[in-house]
């Protein structure tokens, strides 16, 4: 049962990520998290880090794609970005 | 479908580079922390609580870098070699424990590595040839040795005299090559050079033996269709094993002369290495000679060549088919060349015979495994030992799985510790099982030690007159593979529940009062393991119980016959030259030499011993009666036998006289008949003076019944109609050739039996010696103490009630131990409660009755559900007993009461602690 709601969970927050990074271009996990906490309070409640077992996955699956730049703090940071021939090929 | 392709493709990648990947996620996490925690400084909170903040908001960083690099690769080859690292350590730390489950789960994983491994060797293996899945068998029963008319009640076909076997080669070309080969098999003396002739074993086939097999040689050349033609000069193959053992590997063997009952033949070939013939027996053939040779080697008794009327059938017949082959369809087409061939033939057709004739058929077996007797014989007790040693096994995981429960228990706090500094569940429940399949594994490398151990022993056991046999021990691929499973299944089975348990530990509350506790949450399970392992147990014990009960009922039979101070030669005069008319002089000379040594009483020569497993067998027809109908029953049994038989082995005379020196071939044919016999053949006269015949009512009035001699029993204490005929008469009035014949190869005795007035210990020596000096081309075949002639019947079921006693006292031995273990942990958990329970005015004795009622409360559910289990095994194991019901009470109330005496012993030892225990002593330890 408790398998079942976290896969739940995680389906959620990637689709949540794919949103976030379609509506908002390029982005590291940070970015990421805070918007995610704009849009909904729950999902991400004290456990942002989980966001980057989503991101790794997805970029896995062939979803988004990441390269190194430099955060807002001047540190270097990953940022994601979706895969557009990807995200065109299944019609989106 | 592509995303997981593309997954599995990073995670390959992933596989390397670790290293990297670590550090450039350690970077992406410093940088989330440290934006969180501006954000929080932002907002106006101090810097210390503004990083516990972040930290807060972020969550478990240690999770996190596991599932990471988990999600990166497959699982991590890391945190493998940690988990078992840390294992080998918990392991070594606890060296009693991991003793004891090692050892125990040696004995189950070994029981059972040891019965797979002959059961791939005997049941599973294929005939070591090639293609054998193209081997077809026609019969699939395995009547032996010869026969003659219908074979089985239900017409099913499997044993074929020659001719027949040249008629279905000829009427099925769906056999690419159709083989025929000896039912059973033959010892002949054999000698090469000038040394002395050594018994071997030999077996008939048709010439083209080696070609259907698709079998060569190691060196010369296989037999031929041209070596089986009448006229062909006698020609055989030795075996690999045979040339090397017995003529030293000496390497001009082939087209070398050897003489076989002293007949020459040449060597034509030495089979190659691990070929044994068409079936797996404990005695595999020494050499295979053509079928054409058996007249020369039989002389009257030959089964090849059609004397009289009926043909013998002696062969079975294995072919290999073409591929495509509608085995159905060639089924149907046999069946019907059968009956074709019975038809115009005086032997199925002749009194009524010819209505039997349409349910006449063959069956088609496979036969890449060859001629499945051994299968058949050992096969079923196989599959009991198997079920059983694995309830060894499922009790043994009940003891480890409790073992585990005990100190998982003990590590709570441990568990409690690590998931407080964030170790995450899953890791928990990895690490405890990666124990456990640890442990089961070196369990296992250890039971493959007992496994070799075990099933040699009982190779040795249940067949110890083999040679060569070939049955391979050591552990195959097969079995390794089987016992890296069977550790595999054992560790998660009983490691399983304990993880489980141990994950559900909740830190806070485990770390607040780690040692402190009347009940808890995993004496439930534990408790439920005792109550299985009891009632296992009781089924284990009460087979044990049934079997050997059995067991001393098949041995304590009265036979009728004396066994004491007798001993039993299996020779062969055919073997060592003798022809018929020399036979009374060499008879003569036997008996009274034997007679003159020391201490003999009785000596006395018969065709076959009683109890020694064979018979002949023949249809008796009364004095004036007409030829028995296919539904009479005119069988008997008899044996050609010396004036002295009956007094060597002990069985007296209730009517009439015995044999006497005065009964020679001039006088009176006289027979000596068993009390059954004269039941059945002549109810309610006075025997005596009565005459039978056999053969054809023209003989009806051969032998005269002299006497009536004491019923004798086969093994299984069965009764057959039984006639003795003496050595001095052979009967010459036959007429027809076959039984002319048969007559004539009666004449030739098996056995000498040998009665001492006292126990000798030389008695081997003393009667080799004299048959060497008599002729010192005698070949002693076999030389035994008739009593262990007797209890050679009741190998297998002496070895399955041992076995089976083994198991159940290991099962009784784990099971108590289980029981002590539980209970002492119980009692060491609760010492400070029983400590208090004291000081608030508890006697000792009320303590006593405390701790041993929770023991007696699982040992009576245990009993409770092993005794209707036990009776449904009894049930399964009825065709294994031996004049005891599957339902004997004795059992039952014998394995309650042993299991309930072992496990009330094992639960009252650490009552006896509990009530032991000082009070103050007991309440200052917290």
């Keep these: 049962m408790s398998t079942d709601k976290s896969e739940e969970l995680q389906g959620t927050l990637d689709l949540m990520i794919l949103k976030t990074l379609h509506a908002l271009g390029p982005q590291h996990g940070f970015g990421i998290a805070r918007r995610i906490e704009q849009v909904s309070e729950d999902v991400l409640s004290l456990n942002e880090g989980t966001v980057y077992t989503s991101l790794l996955r997805l970029q896995q699956r062939g979803w988004i794609r990441s390269s190194w730049g430099v955060s807002e703090n001047n540190r270097r940071a990953r940022f994601y970005s979706i895969h557009q021939a990807r995200a065109e090929a299944t019609g989106r | 479908m592509v995303s997981w392709f593309l997954q599995l493709v990073s995670r390959v990648r992933g596989f390397f580079g670790q290293k990297v990947a670590d550090c450039e996620f350690e970077d992406e996490l410093r940088t989330h922390l440290q934006l969180l925690w501006n954000r929080f400084v932002d907002q ?143 010892s002949f003396s054999v000698r090469s050079g000038s040394s002395t002739a050594k018994p071997l074993r030999a077996e008939y086939v048709s010439g083209n033996y080696f070609t259907t097999l698709g079998v060569g040689v190691y060196a010369g050349r296989p037999l031929l269709d041209s070596d089986d033609k009448p006229g062909a000069a006698p020609a055989l193959v030795l075996s690999y094993q045979t040339w090397k053992a017995d003529f030293v590997g000496e390497p001009g063997m082939v087209g070398s002369t050897i003489y076989v009952q002293t007949h020459p033949f040449t060597v034509t070939g030495i089979a190659p290495p691990g070929f044994y013939g068409d079936r797996v027996v404990s005695r595999p053939p020494d050499f295979w000679v053509p079928l054409a040779n058996e007249p020369m080697i039989e002389g009257a008794g030959s089964s090849l060549e059609i004397q009289g009327e009926e043909d013998t059938a002696w062969l079975y017949l294995l072919g290999r088919v073409r591929s495509e082959t509608n085995i159905l369809s060639l089924q149907t087409k046999l069946s019907g060349a059968l009956r074709q061939w019975m038809a115009p033939r005086p032997a199925f057709n002749a009194h009524g015979r010819a209505a039997l004739i349409p ?136 490691g399983t529940a304990p993880a489980w348990l141990s994950s559900q530990a909740k830190p806070a509350e485990a770390m607040r009062g780690a040692n402190r506790s009347t009940g808890d949450s995993s004496s439930l399970p534990q408790r439920a393991l005792v109550v299985l392992q009891v009632a296992m147990s009781v089924v284990l014990l009460a087979g044990a119980l049934l079997m050997t009960e059995s067991l001393a009922r098949l041995e304590h039979q009265k036979f009728g016959v004396a066994t004491a101070n007798r001993y039993v030669v299996q020779f062969d005069p055919q073997g060592a030259g003798y022809t018929v008319d020399r036979l009374p002089e060499l008879y003569h000379q036997i008996e009274d030499r034997l007679s003159a040594l020391p201490a003999a009483a009785n000596v006395s020569l018969a065709r076959y011993t009683p109890l020694d497993g064979s018979i002949w067998g023949t249809c008796v027809i009364q004095q004036g009666h007409p030829a028995p109908g296919p539904n009479d029953k005119c069988f008997s049994s008899w044996v050609r036998v010396s004036t002295k038989f009956l007094d060597s082995v002990g069985v007296p005379i209730l009517l009439g006289r015995n044999f006497s020196a005065q009964d020679t071939q001039t006088s009176t044919p006289v027979v000596l008949v068993n009390q059954s016999f004269a039941q059945h053949f002549f109810p309610n006269q006075n025997p005596i003076g009565k005459h039978f015949g056999i053969v054809s009512p023209k003989n009806s009035g051969a032998f005269e019944i002299a006497g009536v001699f004491a019923d004798f029993t086969d093994p299984r204490g069965e009764v057959t109609p039984l006639f003795l005929r003496p050595l001095a008469q052979r009967y010459a009035g036959y007429t027809d050739p076959e039984a002319i014949s048969s007559e004539k190869s009666s004449m030739f005795v098996g056995s000498i039996i040998i009665q001492f007035t006292r126990p000798q210990q030389d008695a081997e020596a003393m009667v080799r010696r004299t048959l060497a000096d008599i002729d010192s081309n005698l070949t002693v075949f076999h030389f035994v103490s008739y009593d262990s002639q007797v209890a050679d019947n009741f190998r297998q079921d002496r070895l399955i009630a041992r076995l089976t006693s083994l198991f159940g006292i290991l099962a009784l031995i784990l099971a108590s131990v289980g029981l002590y273990g ?105």
């Design chain 2, 44 to 186: 106006g909170m101090p810097p210390e609580d503004a990083a516990v903040a972040a930290r807060r908001q972020f969550g478990n960083l240690t999770v996190l870098r596991e599932r990471q690099r988990e999600t990166r690769t497959f699982l991590s080859p890391g945190v493998l070699v940690q988990d078992v690292r840390y294992a080998l350590r918990q392991l070594r730390k606890s060296p009693g424990f991991t003793l004891t489950a090692v050892l125990t789960l040696a004995f189950g994983i070994g029981a059972n590595t040891a019965i797979f491994t002959l059961v791939h060797a005997i049941l599973l293996r294929s005939l070591p040839v090639a293609d054998p899945s193209r081997l077809y068998r026609i019969g699939d029963l395995n009547d032996c040795c010869y026969y003659d008319g219908f074979e089985n009640d239900n017409g099913d076909f499997d044993l074929f005299p020659y001719d027949l076997y040249l008629h279905l080669k000829q009427s099925a070309p769906e056999f690419e090559q159709l083989a025929a080969m000896q039912a059973g098999g033959s």
């Design chain 2, 822 to 926: 539980v209970m002492s942990y119980f009692v060491a958990r609760r010492t400070s409660e029983v400590g208090i329970r004291m000081a608030l005015g508890a006697t000792r004795w009320s303590v006593l009755s405390l701790v041993l009622r929770g023991a007696l409360g699982q040992i009576l559910a245990g009993l409770c559900l092993g005794v209707p289990a036990a009776l449904y095994a009894g049930h399964l194991m009825t065709s294994f007993l031996y004049g005891v019901s599957g339902f004997a009470p004795f059992a039952f109330v014998g394995s309650t009461l042993i299991l309930g005496i072992c496990a009330t012993i094992a639960g009252f030892i650490p009552a006896h602690r509990a009530a032991s225990i000082d009070p103050m002593r007991a309440l200052r330890t917290e």
């Design chain 2, 359 to 494: 349910r006449q058929h063959v069956v088609l077996a496979p036969g890449g495994g060859g001629i499945q007797k051994l299968q058949q014989y050992a096969g079923k007790g196989l599959r009991m030992l198997m079920i059983l040693s694995s309830v060894v096994l499922l009790i043994a995981c009940a003891n480890i799985a409790n073992l585990l429960l005990a100190r998982s228990t003990t590590r709570r706090a441990e568990v409690a510790v690590r998931m407080a500094l964030g170790a995450a569940r899953r890791r928990i429940i990895r690490q405890i099982l990666t124990e456990s399949v640890l442990l089961s594994m070196i369990g296992g490398i250890a039971g493959l030690a007992v496994a070799y151990g075990l099933s040699r022993m009982i190779l040795i056991l249940a067949f110890p007159d083999a040679r060569n046999m070939p049955v391979q021990t050591s552990p195959s691929l097969a079995v390794l593979g089987f016992a890296f499973l069977v550790s595999l299944l054992t560790g998660v089975t009983f």
